[in-house]
T-cell receptor, first 116, second 113 residues
């Protein structure tokens, strides 16, 4: 595709439900990142994949959050038993290689999650 | 701890006025620094990186290691510069990068006509 694709673009759910957010990176990009964007909190790092492995999961806020990546491509971020404080825009980004060589991440449009 | 601080949540200037968006960082090593921008209803995108020493859309940023700052400047702001600006740090070590960009909380720039 032309860019990083995320779905759904908007998700409204009830507290306690599970949600899955999907990210389809740019073809050939080996690195994939999840960030959370909240009002007043900026961009909060969640997890980073290099290929299918996640060398850095340090940003996941609790064990309700998990992510996987299969085939070195699509990634899914799962939030179990959602809470109101999970409401945010979840951004996915990909990079052709480890960001250290260019620092350029290509971002999707985000998935806006609202937990009622 | 690695940290990026953008002290201003909102910066409002008039068209044609100079603008400076502040960014300070905390990192014991030698980082790479970047500015990302998000225009209304658009994706977050790279604006510039310090290693390139480039000027993009009239913006420049100089890395000051003594002050641990990487402020973004433009001599004459335009209305189309109105956007959310994020400063980001990439920790570097002798083995190469650590792969994860650390972002500040962002500054919303509003350029009034």
């Amino acid at each position: 595709g032309a860019g990083v694709s995320q779905s759904p673009s908007n998700k409204v759910t009830e507290k306690g439900k599970d949600v899955e957010l999907r990210c389809d990176p740019i073809s050939g990009h080996t690195a994939l990142y999840w960030y959370r964007q909240s009002l007043g909190q900026g961009l909060e790092f969640l997890i980073y994949f290099q290929g299918n492995s996640a060398p850095d999961k340090s940003g996941l806020p609790s064990d309700r959050f998990s992510a996987e990546r299969t085939g070195g491509s699509v990634s899914t971020l799962t939030i179990q038993r959602t809470q109101q404080e999970d409401s945010a825009v979840y951004l996915c980004a990909s990079s052709p290689r480890r960001a250290g060589t260019t620092g350029e991440l290509f971002f999707g449009e985000g998935s806006r999650l609202t937990v009622l | 701890a690695q940290r990026v601080t953008q002290p201003e949540k909102l910066l409002s200037v008039f068209k044609g006025a100079p603008v400076e968006l502040k960014c300070n960082y905390s990192y014991s090593g030698s980082p790479e620094l970047f500015w990302y921008v998000q225009y209304s209803r658009q994706r977050l995108q790279l604006l510039l990186r310090h290693i390139s020493r480039e000027s993009i859309k009239g913006f420049t940023a100089d890395l000051n290691k003594g002050e641990t700052s990487f402020h973004l400047k433009k001599p004459f702001a335009q209305e189309e510069d109105s956007a959310m600006y994020y400063c980001a740090l990439l920790p570097m070590n002798y083995g190469g990068s650590q792969g994860n960009l650390i972002f500040g909380k962002g500054t919303k720039l509003s350029v009034k006509p």
